[in-house]
Each structure stands twice: as C-alpha cells, then as structure tokens.
C-alpha cells in the first residue's frame, strides 16, 4: 500500500486549468479517471491526510502509485476526454454501470436498396434509424406484425429476398398481404422506401396524418359503395390504433425526453431510464452500478448520461433530459449533449406535473431494480451457502450461521420506542420467527439502553425454554439472573441463534454483549452492522472488519438489517398512529369496538357524550344502565383535550372525534 505523499506532484507542477487526471499503480495501471475545472485545486484534495478522505477516496489513492493529467481548453472536452478513458482504460475505482442483458430496438435499415424492418442489438449501426429499446422483441414483433397491414414493408432476411427473387415468387408475406414483395417487382424501390419512410414517421410519433388520410378514404370507398375496401380500411386503421395503444400517451404536449432516476444505498446504484416520445414511452433500460468511489446522486447522474449518450448521435440524443439531480458542470454537461444532438438540450428536474408523476414512477421502477438485484442472490442455494460461509470466515466463527437473528430500535423522538427481531434461517427470512418488542424500563431515548433490554428479554425468555426441558439450570446463569415463570404462552423463543446482528456500531454491540454475558450466554456470537459505511463491529474490537463489497456476505448481513429496519418502523409507526387516535372510551372496561362506535355516532363526538346524562346514554342501543355509569364516570375523569384550531381562519371548532379504529392484535408482540 502506497503512501499518497510519496508520488504527489509539487505545487507548482500542476496546472490551474481544466483538464482530466489518471492515477495508476505500481503495474502501470489505470486505476482513476477524472475531470476536474481546476486540476490543481482537484489534484490537492486527494493529497490531504488519508484520515480525512472518504474510505473509497483513500483507498483509491494508497492503492495508486502515480497521477499524470493532461490539460484541456474547454470543460466540454474534459467530459468527452473523461468519457473516452473510462472507456479505453476500465478503471477499477470508477463507476461503471453493468447489465444482464442486451436491450433490442426496432430498426428500419435505410441504408439499404429495399429498407427492412427487424428486431436488433448491439452496437448501432450508420444509416440504420432505430426505435425503442424494448423491453422485450416480442413486443417489437407485435407491434411490426399490426403495422405491417397498413405499411407493407419487407421483414425477410437477404437470403430468403434474393431466393424470392431468383423463383419469380414472393414468400407467404407476400400472398397475405403483409409485404409489398419488392423481390419480384411488385412496387418499385422508390415505391417501397416511401413505404419504408411512412413507416418510420409514424414509429416516430406523426400518426394523425395517416389515420387521417386512412379514415377519409374509408368514408370514400363507402359513399362508392366498395364495401370490401372499406372494411379493409377499417381494419388497418383498428391495427394502427391497437399499435399506439402499446405505448400509452404519458405527457399530454408529446414530449421527447429521456427520464434518468437513480435509486442508491451504500454499496450500490440502480439507474434506469425511460424514453419518452411523442409523449409515449417507447423504450426502457437500466443499469446497476457498485459505488467504488466515493460519488453522490448528483455524479450517478453524470455517469449515467455518458454511457447512455456517449455513442449517441442526432435524435437519439432527445431535447429534454429530466434527472432527479443536477450534475456539478451542468452547463459544460448541456453543452456536450447538445454537441451530440446538433441542437439545444435542456437538461433539468422536474417540479410538478405530468413530467414529475412519471418521474416517480421511473424512481419506483429503479428501486425495484435494485431491490431485484439484492434478492436474486437469495434465491440461490450455492450463493447463499457461500454468503453464511464469508460471514462464519470474517467473524471467525466455529460454522456457519444458520440462524441469524437482527434487532433494531425505533422511535420518533424518544416516542413511542420499540425493537424487532428478525430471523434468517439457512440465509432465508423466517417471517413466522419474527417478533416485535415495546420498551418497558425506561422512557425516553436511548439507543444502547433499549438494545440491552431487548437482547436480556429475548435471551431470558429462552433460558426459560431450556429450564422447561432441563437443559439449563437457574445456577448456570450468572449475576442470580433467573427466568421467569411460565406464563403460559406459546414457545417464541426456543432455539437460540448462531450469531445476532444490531443496528449500530460499537455501543450497540457491547450493549448485546453485555446482556448475554448477564444471563451467561457463551454460546452466540454477537456483531454489530454500521449503516454509515457497512462496517462490521465486533465486541471488544476497536477496528472493524471491513468486508469486500461484492462479498455475498456482506449483501446478506445487509438483507438482515434492512428486513430489521423495515419491521422496527412499520411497528413504530402503527404505535404511533393508535396513540394519535386514542379515545378517553378505549379505558371503559368492558367496552367493545362495536358499543364505542355507537356511543360516538349517536352523540356526534365524545365532548358533546360527555356531556350527557346517564338516562342519555342509556337510549343508545346495546347500553344498558351500568355500562352507561361506567362510561360517564370515566369521562368524567378523563382530562378533555384542548379545543381544536383551523390553521388557516383561527377558528375554534367542535370536537368531532370519530370513533376509534379498531386496533386489531398483530402476531408476535411481546408485550
């Protein structure tokens, strides 16, 4: 590992100009490229103390062992330069967006004598117009097999043209109708490239010229009484119009755009991109990307956008490109694109509207890739033996784990504070094992306390289990600690885990620790996963194991976590929303869900019932008379809340509390 300072350039060496940079390693590799307005500026800052860079910045820079730079007269021509090294050189610590697979476009070769329609990938080709991507081609067959009724343009290969040709006789296309057989002189080439450009203006969007056209010469062929071409017409024109339906209008003013939204967490980045035109959708593709440098949402997008127009040309290049964050050289970022398309480009985000609604669904689409792109590993047996393999080797333990239980603590402000177990089973979630804890001993906000009561209860419970079938002892424990007595419910947690993972870092972990070595519990190893840079902590340890980030253990433990996460907040949360509706009636003993929505109904809101006698509230079906004392002397204790407000007038309002949600029991709350 190199020291920074032993290759950095003198002072007066680097250039306060625009320029791009490489850093190499002791084989000569190129390890780094990037852009920079001023390179001395850019340059200086990696050469700062390695404890103030970013863990990804300073790995980069101890692992290199020279920078070279090469100056520029524009910031233009540090992007496009920028772009053309990453591509040459496939530097490690570069972002670099991957995909499983090839996306197909429908393209019209124009470059040829008679123009062909065809299902293509790969690189593109000059004199080729192209439509799409596509998600799938048989979304592209479909679409060319309904337009081929009114646009008979040839789909055959030039080997089956030129065996046409050589017979005399047109293929079953041909005969059907469905091309309009250049290969034995049916139409002239100037003929069939017409048909091939009619073609291509309607892919591109100018459809009401021929529906238009299409629809009078129906009418005429009726008024002529030629009923069989009529209806020849009316279904080309129903085949036209099921073609656009494939692609439903989502910007009312036929915009041409391409959407860019990014989804990211530590480890990883899942771009996608949807082409809109005409207003319609015509295309999608996306990419996921690991996150080895240290770049925000901002560079995800600056990266994204020279991939997806580095080769572009043209009106592949669109005049509008929305992203969810503005690049740092936005200007030198425009003015590249619209090089590339021979035209201004306006390059923005979205604030409201239609643009922004389909913004967010092109976010959601990029969350769902990312989220795909973390479970695919999952469902696999060998990758997810091998993830319970990294994590028993980096946390040195016996074997591996095969049940890993996480907890995680949530709370709004000290609010309302709660804990969840999740369980894993041979790298699986085990959603039946999971179980959900309110805070007892304490009020307030305190992380490392909450921690150390959730993992003691946990764990007492099970001793309690294994004291049930005299596999342990109440003099086994340490501290007097001793379960406590069976309360009759049913057996939560009877099998002990391999390993717990925590939300947090070292005070979490020694917290756990703590609380297992309480109960003496020797027999489970305890690990702690740091959200800020998924470092793994273990206790005792003042450095933390840092996994590789393409480990499939790392992806697992982070699996762990988030499902912990996720199940701590959804519990926050539904606690918090049963206390903001709670009623002075939920105390009445005895009173169901049923009776209280009555009382409420029939008296309008709980201040005018009460407000009523014990007669009153006896006229309420299914009261009777000592329920309704009940009710009235617990309001009659109850505090009344405060007189709501209207905001926007000033106005005091009438309290018109509803009835109380039912608060329907949830499985695996332990009380």
């Not at 470092?535 to 976590?561: A, I």
Request: glycine share 8%.
């Amino acid at each position: 590992m190199a020291d920074p300072s032993s290759y950095r350039p003198k002072p007066g060496q680097i250039p306060d100009s625009p320029g791009v940079y490489k850093f190499r390693d002791e084989h000569r590799r190129v390890i780094y490229v990037g852009k920079a307005k001023s390179l001395r500026q850019r340059l200086a800052s990696y050469f700062q103390d390695v404890a103030g860079l970013h863990p990804r910045t300073a790995t980069m820079v101890t692992t290199a062992a020279s920078v070279e730079w090469t100056v520029v007269s524009t910031e233009v021509e540090a992007l496009q330069l920028e772009y053309s090294w990453i591509k040459e050189y496939d530097p490690r610590f570069n972002v670099k967006y991957r995909d499983d697979k090839s996306y197909p476009s429908l393209a019209v070769t124009m470059n040829e004598e008679y123009p062909r329609v065809q299902v293509m990938r790969g690189p593109k080709k000059k004199g080729v117009r192209y439509f799409g991507p596509y998600g799938h081609a048989w979304a592209i067959r479909e679409t060319v097999d309904l337009m081929l009724r009114v646009f008979p343009v040839r789909t055959c290969s030039a080997g089956v043209f030129k065996r046409s040709a050589q017979i005399g006789r047109p293929c079953l296309l041909g005969y059907i109708g469905k091309c309009s057989a250049p290969c034995v002189g049916r139409v002239t080439p100037d003929e069939h490239r017409d048909l091939a450009e009619d073609f291509c203006d309607f892919m591109a969007g100018r459809t009401g010229t021929y529906l238009t056209r299409l629809e009078q010469q129906m009418r005429e062929a009726a008024e002529d009484m030629e009923y069989e071409k009529a209806a020849r017409l009316r279904d080309d024109i129903g085949a036209l119009r099921r073609a656009m339906e494939k692609n439903a209008v989502v910007l009312a003013d036929a915009t041409d755009a391409d959407l860019v939204a990014v989804a990211e967490d530590e480890l990883e980045a899942a771009v996608q991109i949807f082409h809109v035109r005409g207003g319609r959708v015509r295309g999608q593709r996306g990419w996921v990307t690991d996150k080895v440098e240290a770049v925000d949402t901002a560079g995800l997008v600056e990266h994204a956008l020279q991939q997806l127009y580095g080769e572009e040309k043209g009106e592949a290049v669109p005049k509008e490109v929305l992203v969810p964050a503005l690049p740092e050289d936005v200007a030198a970022l425009s003015e590249w694109l619209a090089g590339r398309r021979g035209s201004q480009v306006s390059l923005r985000i979205p604030q409201r509207g239609d643009k922004k609604a389909l913004m967010e669904t092109v976010h959601r689409n990029a969350l769902q890739s990312l989220a795909l792109h973390k479970t695919k590993r999952a469902g696999d047996l060998t990758t997810r033996s091998r993830a319970l393999e990294e994590i028993a080797e980096a946390l040195d333990l016996d074997g591996a784990p095969l049940r890993i239980e996480c907890f995680d603590i949530s709370h709004l402000q000290g609010d309302d504070v709660v804990a969840s177990m999740v369980v894993f089973e041979d790298g699986l979630a085990r959603k039946s094992e999971y179980r959900r804890f309110q805070i007892k001993s304490f009020e307030g906000q305190d992380d490392v306390r909450s921690m150390h009561e959730v993992v003691s209860r946990r764990f007492r419970r099970y001793l309690q289990e294994k004291l049930k079938t005299g596999e342990w002892s109440p003099e086994d424990a340490q501290d007097g600690e001793v379960p406590a007595e069976d309360d009759g419910r049913p057996k939560r947690f009877a099998y002990p885990p391999q390993l717990v993972v925590v939300d947090g870092g070292q005070p979490q972990v020694a917290a756990a620790k703590r609380a297992l070595e309480e109960l003496g519990v020797d027999d489970v190893a305890v690990c702690g996963l740091a959200k800020r840079l998924e470092e793994v902590w273990l206790p005792g340890e003042d450095d933390p194991v840092v996994l590789p980030r393409t480990s499939e253990g790392l992806y697992l433990l982070q699996r762990v976590r988030d499902e912990a996460h996720r199940f701590a907040i959804q519990y926050q949360r539904s606690k918090r929303g049963k206390r903001l509706k709670a009623s002075p009636l939920d105390d009445v003993p005895g009173l169901g869900e049923s009776r209280k929505q009555a009382l409420v109904k029939h008296f309008g809101s709980v201040k005018k019932l009460r407000q009523a006698t014990i007669d009153q509230i006896c006229e309420v079906p299914g009261i009777g008379r000592k329920t309704a004392e009940t009710v009235a002397a617990a309001l009659a204790h109850a505090v009344p809340a405060g007189p709501a407000v209207n905001t926007a007038t000033g106005e005091i309002m009438e309290d018109e509390t509803p009835a109380p949600a039912g608060a329907s029991s949830e499985r695996g709350t332990e009380q």
